[in-house]
């Protein structure tokens, strides 16, 4: 499969029944729109305070919810909504008087929080003085003043040493509860000399001793607490229920206010507006039996894009390859021109991925919990990709396991049937499985460099894909084949086959790879430049190496919890034999699936984005949006 072509199209529509067809075609959901038009965004529109109020409104009334556990969001998926559970919503909430009514609310409580935060705090300082059975008027004479101040041992001696005031000890401390009484003809100095001790001074109530002032305040913090519960209980009870209609009236207007922000950016006349959109060429005419049956007297055109435009790109991909668009998705999206990459690395990531995790148990582990999430959960397009994308990479586990003999570590060594669907023993020959990661890098590398050379024929860059492209493929066959002939094989005639492929390689390399030089007497230079470069390619090969060093340490930890495990009861007796089902359940899904599924993820992504798509992957494109309907917290059934 490919990138889906697409289409501009154009509808033009009398002013009167646009509206309606806008709400059609997000109805439909398959169109991306694009605007000639640039419109300021009316953050002061009456459907924007409205999605302002119900934001507000929803937001705090989670403080009241108890939050969906995963479990059952997973289960039970988005909520439906009808057309006519919408249009009761709609009519039965007053999202103004209920946004004031909660506001002013929160502003209340702010008020009483407030209030019984500074009468906790009062209470903190009034509990030290306690004792004291004195009012703040009883503290001042006709020609002296009394203040209850908290000093330390130097600070008092030094108050009695100023001349100025005399200072008795009315709770022991450390630090001391003080009296410090001075006249009022001295107040200013007096001020000075405490401001310079560094003392604390106790507001002491006019009227009240501080025993009744505590007890004051505690009777206006319990009237404030019980005021508080009121509120807050009057909020649960008023509005709560009603939390699920606001959901529904904000994704509700959310979506209207889209659909107003591009019907506004739509060129238009006095009588006319034209909606202008990319339109999936396999949708064609599907858009033309819609416009058509609106009976709304539009006028719709397509045109194909220039090359002036930039088309947004639609991944179209069979179920297998489609599942592994997420991989794609990670790297970048690719340019509308060119190739998508998602089929051609699908089987390759499965397989990498497969021989990394290597193990039969644990691919069949991934492959139950695939199946299960598919089947029982509600999980967006995006989760369901990746759970396929688990679905068939374990798979490939099980493959590997079963050839490799692989079944939770060496659990199953011996068994007559895992035996014969052995064809190598890791443990004994791990020389044959590293020579096999090498060349599946091998055969990677040039078939990414294979893809850039026929995608450049197709797009009629054929001197670029002869000179540069094969000419590289050429040099890496007749080295490779040179190598392992010399190794392995001594064969004359491998020998001269690799003499006269990387021979032509290295022609095509130096002579004419720097075509694209101006300066003919350049092209050379920039040849060995491009010949220098080829040690890239077999420094990639070697990179492949990580599936084998994934394996193996898949393959070694696996033996290592099954040996442990038989080991127990010999260190820890009767304990042991309690303790095996749980060193082998941790050992084997916490830790070793859970660490080698995610560096077998990984290390298979890298090899691609490294070492595959630099081979032929173009990026800068954009993917297609669909002005749609968008689904946050409800799911509208009928529309």
Known sequence: MAISRVLKVHIACPSGVNGKVFEELQEWGKLEIFSKKEVAPDDSGKIKHTILELEFISGYLKNYKQKDSVWKKLNEGLPAVSSSQLQKIKKTTDVRKDYEDIRQSQKYLRLIHDRVEDAKHRLDQLREIKNIKLSGKNLTTKKTKTLIVRASQQAAESINQSGLMMAVEVSSGPPAILAVTFFKKDEKKVSGEIENLNIHIFDIP?????????QSLEKIIKSSENEIKEIHKKIKDKYLKKSFDYMVLLDYYENFFMRETEYKKALATRYTRVISAWCPDFLKEDLIRLV???????????????EEDDPPVILKNGTFSESFEVVTDLYGTPSYRWVDPTPHLSFFFAFFFGLCLGDAGYGLILVGLAVWALKS???SASAIKFMKLILFSGSASVVAGVLTGGWFGDALDGVAVIERLRIINLMESPEYFLYFSIGLGFVQVLYGQLISALEKIKRGFIKESLYEDFSRILFVIGVSVFMVNSIALESAFLGKASAYLSGLGLFGILF????????????PLKGLGNLYGMTDYFKDMVSYSRIFALGMATAILGMAINEISKQLPAMAGFIGYIAIPFVLIIGHLVINLLMSCLSGYVHTSRLQYVEFFTR????????????RNVAKRVNFADK
């Open 377 to 379: 959960f509600k999980i």
């Open 292 to 306: 058509d049956g609106l009976k709304a007297g539009c006028h719709i055109e397509f045109e194909e894009p220039s």
């Open 616 to 627: 032929f992957f173009e990026g800068g494109g954009k993917r297609f949006t669909p002005f």
């Open 206 to 214: 006019a009227d009240k001793t501080p025993s009744e002032e505590i």
């Open 512 to 523: 004419l790879s720097g075509h694209s030089a101006k300066n003919i007497f350049l092209r």
